[in-house]
């Protein structure tokens, strides 16, 4: 079954170093694609879950509206994708800027390429992109209502112009991880004539970027259609003529469609496919490619230290004593036993993510299952009899094997005295509010939208900010996240996360959870691709090439 073995006690700690390193040791190719001269043209063509919810990156952060822009859109930095890449590394390189200085701490400079085009579609019909679209683009980023992403630049005093091709970023205060977030798929450039001509980019019309296709086609419920651009920067690339972009909300027949040939890439996200499912399609695809390793995407428990019994310590380590991850991830169809338990920053990241067994003995014990004492830690809590909660949470979107995460977490809780009834909310609302602090007791979602390690505890402990459900003001916290900012030299920095995980663990400001070692997968006659984490699929399918 699994390489990492059964949960239990020892085994949780001793492999939460050891999946990690695993992990990191990069993919596990199937018959990995040799040297061959690429080949132009042809159709790409996969599944995704649901359809955008608009098309403004300055007004969501949500999936399903960032990995479709990221085939159209391009930014000035980008994490770097494709087979010579390990997934669950993160290397930045150029995209837009073709270079880059830091005079000091907080002035950096870039250097745009020159003659980048823009779509050739109206208003904007193919001009050049200049320094004025970077400064446009991110002082909208910085000052429209509601921005939930705001926090990726939030420490940006202002933006310049100087040329044509050169633009000047000013930063309040030092930031080491400025590089890392720029590279965020929320920083995609947009133009100015979109903004002013449809008032908002929410408008399919409006999705008209400089990235390696233009999207062509939206029709809801059924698909999105990307075509090539013709003067993309990059020269040569995208090799395939299109992307066709399948919208089917239920995994049966997303899986069956791929079995099927209509497609050329695993079923889920990320091109994943079901560890359940994986049998069939080694059978079905000769010469299927495959590499397994940790997402991003983890369970997220949702409550609010104001909103007792939550502020009592003891009940929230009985939370968590609660949980059955063992039980979880080897009951799910998406994981059946493959998986890596996560500290609070994600395993996925194996540089920056503290080992298990490098937790304080409280915050290690977190992962110990045990509903005795979860029911004693809520006795000592003065809560002999449980008590009774209300968490909601979104069906659907997230697909069959979330809904039976959720099922099994309430069970377990239900078994120690944690009465909790599930008060589902429609995605839509649950992204746009829920996380944001507006429900009543608790939630259950997933979290795992961003690919620098520093957003899974700024953006939720940081005093201010919006995902601060929690409403954290811990004076200690706040400070070793302000050090960790300023700290570029690197080991120094990942002794600062160490500490920074191991506090929250011993405060348990997080339920513990883990994190899926996925199987990524697709056919034979795709070329030239590599998987990793992250909502970038247009950076890893635009050096991709169809052998047929």
Not at 46 to 63: E, G, N, V, Y
Not at 230 to 239: A, S
Not at 268 to 285: F, G, S, T
Not at 538 to 546: F, Q, V
Request: hydrophobic letters at 40%; glycine letters at 6%.
């Amino acid at each position: 079954m699994s390489d990492i073995p059964g949960l239990t006690r020892r085994s949780v700690l001793a492999t939460g170093a050891a999946a990690v390193v695993l992990a990191a040791s990069g993919p596990q190719l199937v018959t990995p694609a040799a040297a061959q001269t690429p080949k132009r043209g042809g159709t790409l063509r996969l599944t995704f879950q649901a359809d955008p919810l608009h098309f403004d990156p300055h007004q969501t952060l949500s999936f399903v509206t960032m990995c479709p822009l990221s085939l159209v859109y391009s930014r000035l930095v980008k994490v770097k994708a494709g087979p010579s890449v390990k997934p669950m590394t993160y290397p930045i390189e150029p995209d837009l800027a073709e270079s880059w200085t830091r005079p000091n701490e907080t002035t950096y400079i870039f250097k745009l390429r020159k003659g980048v085009r823009w779509h050739n579609k109206p208003p904007v019909n193919g001009r050049e992109l200049t320094a004025d679209d970077v400064k446009y683009t991110y002082e909208r980023f910085l000052t429209i209502a509601g921005n939930p992403n705001k926090p990726v630049l939030e420490y940006v005093d202002k933006i310049e112009a100087v040329d044509k091709h050169t633009v000047k970023f000013t930063l309040k205060e030092p930031n080491a991880w400025f590089l890392d977030l720029l590279a965020s798929t929320s920083t995609w450039i947009i133009a100015r004539e979109c903004v002013e001509k449809f008032g908002d980019l929410k408008k399919v019309e409006s999705a008209v970027g400089t990235g390696p296709w233009m999207l062509e086609r939206w029709e809801p419920n059924v698909k999105i259609t990307f075509v090539r651009h013709p003067d993309y920067f990059v020269p040569g690339l995208p090799y395939a003529d299109g992307v066709e972009w399948l919208i089917d909300k239920d995994p049966a027949s997303r899986l069956a469609t791929w079995l099927s040939g209509k497609t050329d890439f695993g079923p889920e996200y990320q091109h994943a496919v079901r560890w359940l499912d994986a049998p069939v399609a080694r059978q079905r695809k000769p010469g299927l490619q495959t590499s397994e390793y940790t997402w991003f995407t983890s369970g997220a428990t949702g409550f609010k230290l104001s909103n007792p019994p939550f502020n009592d310590l003891r009940v929230r380590r009985a939370l968590s004593r609660a949980s059955n991850l063992a039980e979880l991830f080897e009951s799910l169809a998406f994981s059946q036993g493959h998986w890596t338990p996560n500290p609070a920053v994600p395993a996925a990241f194996a540089e920056w993510a503290i080992p298990i067994d490098q937790l304080n003995p409280e915050g290690r014990k977190l992962y110990e299952f045990s509903t005795a004492d979860a029911k004693k830690l809520l006795a000592e809590a003065g809560l002999p009899n449980g008590f009774k909660t209300t968490v909601e949470s979104p069906p659907v979107v997230y697909g069959p094997d979330f809904d039976d995460f959720v099922q099994i977490t309430l069970k377990n809780w239900n078994a120690a005295g944690i009465q909790a009834e599930l008060k589902p909310k429609e995605y839509g609302a649950f992204i746009t509010s829920t996380i944001f602090g507006k429900f009543d007791q608790m939630f259950l979602g997933l979290r795992g939208a961003w690919a620098d390690p520093e957003a899974y505890f700024y953006r939720w402990y940081m005093p201010g900010q919006p995902l601060n459900v929690w409403g954290i003001n811990d004076p200690k916290l706040t400070e070793m996240i302000k050090l960790q900012r300023r700290t570029f030299d690197v080991p120094k920095r990942k002794q600062v996360l160490y500490d920074i995980q191991r506090y929250l663990a011993d405060q348990a400001l997080f339920g513990v959870d883990g994190s899926i070692r996925i199987l990524s997968a697709w056919d034979a006659h795709i070329k030239n691709y590599g998987p990793n984490n992250g909502f970038d699929y247009g950076g890893r399918l635009m050096a991709a090439w169809i052998d047929k």
